[in-house]
């Protein structure tokens, strides 16, 4: 299991087949797929698939979403970190999407926040991205807030999976402004 970063409070790892329970807990909650297309996982198994693909693209393309540890208890509170996009999506093909996805009881504590900000860092200073994209369901208040939040500029509105989403990117150069 490879640690990629270490934040305040927490630990960004590799996902492992021993998250599966955890994130079944928190894939079948129909609150946490609310704006993610209204389709939470059923079963066990399909969450172990799930992982499984996050595996192949650590393999495949060296990123993934990884497990958010929290520090002090050790416990599996989310994911979170980078995906490699390789459909279509908004005219756009070939980018690196964060996302964060975190278990109800865990809302609220700053985590998505927290390690959006860490990943971002990551993903220009180590990875060398040159552009990091965010996609949010425009009704998605607090995800839409967390993309601004840590300088993701909105470019666009798009329908996906039958939904408005808002569409934001940042460059290695935007971001380099924002530090000065």
């Known amino acids: 299991m490879k640690i990629h970063i270490v934040t305040e409070r927490l630990i960004m790892r590799d996902l492992t ?3 599966a329970l955890n994130m079944f807990i928190m894939d079948s909650d129909a609150d946490v797929h609310k704006f993610l297309g209204n389709k939470p996982v059923a079963t066990l198994r399909e969450t172990r698939e799930i992982i499984q693909n996050i595996q192949k693209q650590y393999t495949e393309n060296g990123i993934g979403r990884w497990a958010v540890v929290e520090k002090a208890s050790r416990e599996f509170v ?3 970190g980078f ?7 908004n005219e756009k093909t070939g980018y690196y999407d964060l996302g964060y996805r975190f278990m109800k009881k865990h809302w609220g504590k700053g985590f998505a926040s927290e390690t959006a900000i860490a990943a971002l860092n ?5 990875l060398n991205y040159s552009e990091i994209v965010g996609i949010a369901d425009v009704k998605h208040i607090a995800s839409n ?3 601004q939040k840590i300088g993701l500029i909105k470019r666009n509105e798009f329908f996906y999976d039958g939904s408005l989403h808002n569409f934001y990117s940042l ?5 380099e402004a924002l530090k000065k």
């Open 122 to 126: 990551h993903g220009f200073r180590k």
């Open 78 to 80: 989310g994911w979170s």
């Open 17 to 19: 087949s021993e998250d």
């Open 145 to 147: 807030k967390i993309l």
């Open 171 to 175: 460059t290695r150069e935007e971001w």
């Open 83 to 89: 995906k490699l996009v390789t459909n279509v999506v």
